[in-house]
């Protein structure tokens, strides 16, 4: 059965080494000063436990719960709360310090639109590589070149190097590509908002057929009608942790409240 599994999952990440004592107490002293509640930014920070001469940020901090294979989860929270943090956790692109995770199905993520992609090479270039990279079969090239080339509409640009594009013809490429595979479950950051309003609806039927066919969906954003649309289940996250788990609807209730 296809699931997601976390048990008292953490991250810290380092962000100041060997700096002298009173510039830490100083930053310590103003992350302390600064809390607010409800937490406004960024995940906690603290001394390492053994290397006290880092400070490190608190990310993630002892996450525990289960998503099941038919679930839609949106993830909210405040500027740092450990949402992408989580989504690359999830995705293996991070490993934790501490905790159990335990994901049964197979996942793909669309967290950097730019993710894998030659700036050197061409639109075309790229989607070869591409291809290549999820092991398409040959004879299946040419449609999905057709289809990339279609859904983008970079036009003459699709044939100019990757480094040339704006950022918006950037996430149309990398939008049309991340959007082929149909994993089981898939992790998505808000990027996929991005673009003009007309690329937007497109980028929205596209990606309502990946929905659909994937058996869990975890997404981050800040839209709420995004979240309404595509979720069964929010977790509201707050300096790295979980402030609420429930129903769309009632959490995104509370949060909207907590902003008021
Ligand atoms: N690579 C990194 N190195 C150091 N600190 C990081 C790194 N990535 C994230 N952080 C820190 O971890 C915390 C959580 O960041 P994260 O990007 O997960 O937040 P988020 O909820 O996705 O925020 P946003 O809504 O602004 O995108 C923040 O305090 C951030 O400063």
Redesign the pocket.
Known sequence: MTHIRLENLSLS?P?LHGASRSLKKTLLARAKATVTKPASV??RMRLGAVASDAVL?Q?LSGLTFQINGGERIGLI?H???????LLRVLAGIYETDDGYLDIEGDSHALIDPQSGMNPELSGRENLNLFACRIGLPKGQLPALEADVEAFAELGPFFDLPVRLYSSGMSIRLGFALATVPRPRILLMDEWFMAGDQRFQEKAKERMAGMVDAAEILVV?S?SLPVLKQWCTRILW?EEGQIRMDGPTDTVLEAYEASLA
């Open positions: 990440f962000v960024g995940g940020v990310a929270g500027n740092g709360a450990g949402k992408t943090t981050t800040h996250m």
